[in-house]
């Protein structure tokens, strides 16, 4: 029989400690990288560049908005895909989709080819009324999943 057993139950208790120690490291870490990349993903709306891409956009489909409005009773839809436009602009201001949309953009955040972070985007956007004074907006959608929105025939 062992008479003093007060040092092995010390060294049970340090150990038992570090390993839950351990754990409680590990679960805060992984919790933390998930918040921070949720933080990131907020930084890639509307970016310096991606509005003054977007304002570009704006402005070079400006002439062809009454087309799009169009085609939204026609097709009724509340927003259609621009895909008419010349590869060097897509390539040159590195832009993966573009949507104009009207002010309502449910049908749009239900689209099957848009991603799940982006329906998430734009759900949170589509409920923030501040945003939505515009009754027509571009969505423009970069290769770096990054994305801006631009207003057309606004109320501001």
Same mark, same amino acid.
């Given at each position: 029989?062992?008479?003093?057993?007060?040092g092995?139950?010390?060294?049970?208790?340090?150990?038992a400690?570090?390993?839950?120690?351990?754990?409680?490291?590990?679960?805060?870490?992984?919790?933390?990288?998930?918040? #921070?990349?949720?933080?990131?993903?907020?930084?890639?709306?509307?970016?310096?560049?991606g509005?003054?891409?977007?304002?570009?956009? +704006?402005?070079?489909?400006?002439?062809?908005?009454?087309?799009?409005i169009?085609?939204?009773?026609?097709?009724?839809?509340?927003?259609?895909q621009?895909?008419?436009?010349?590869?060097a602009?897509?390539?040159?201001?590195? #832009?993966?989709? #573009?949507?104009?949309? +009207?002010?309502?953009?449910?049908?749009?955040?239900?689209?099957?080819?848009?991603?799940?972070?982006?329906?998430?985007f734009?759900?949170e956007?589509?409920?923030?009324?501040?945003?939505?004074?515009?009754?027509?907006?571009?969505?423009?959608?970069?290769?770096?999943?990054?994305?801006?929105?631009?207003?057309?025939?606004?109320?501001?």
């Amino acid at each position: 029989m062992i008479k003093n057993s007060k040092g092995y139950l010390l060294a049970e208790t340090i150990i038992a400690i570090t390993v839950v120690a351990t754990v409680i490291t590990m679960v805060y870490a992984i919790i933390m990288n998930y918040y #921070i990349k949720e933080d990131n993903e907020i930084t890639k709306f509307n970016t310096a560049q991606g509005i003054y891409n977007a304002y570009q956009i +704006k402005k070079l489909f400006s002439d062809q908005e009454k087309y799009y409005i169009e085609s939204f009773s026609e097709e009724n839809k509340d927003y259609v895909q621009i895909t008419d436009f010349d590869s060097a602009i897509k390539d040159e201001l590195n #832009i993966k989709e #573009i949507f104009y949309s +009207k002010k309502n953009i449910e049908n749009l955040i239900k689209d099957e080819n848009i991603s799940i972070r982006l329906k998430k985007f734009l759900s949170e956007y589509n409920d923030n009324n501040t945003y939505n004074l515009c009754e027509y907006k571009y969505i423009v959608i970069y290769n770096d999943d990054s994305y801006s929105i631009v207003g057309s025939e606004c109320d501001e």
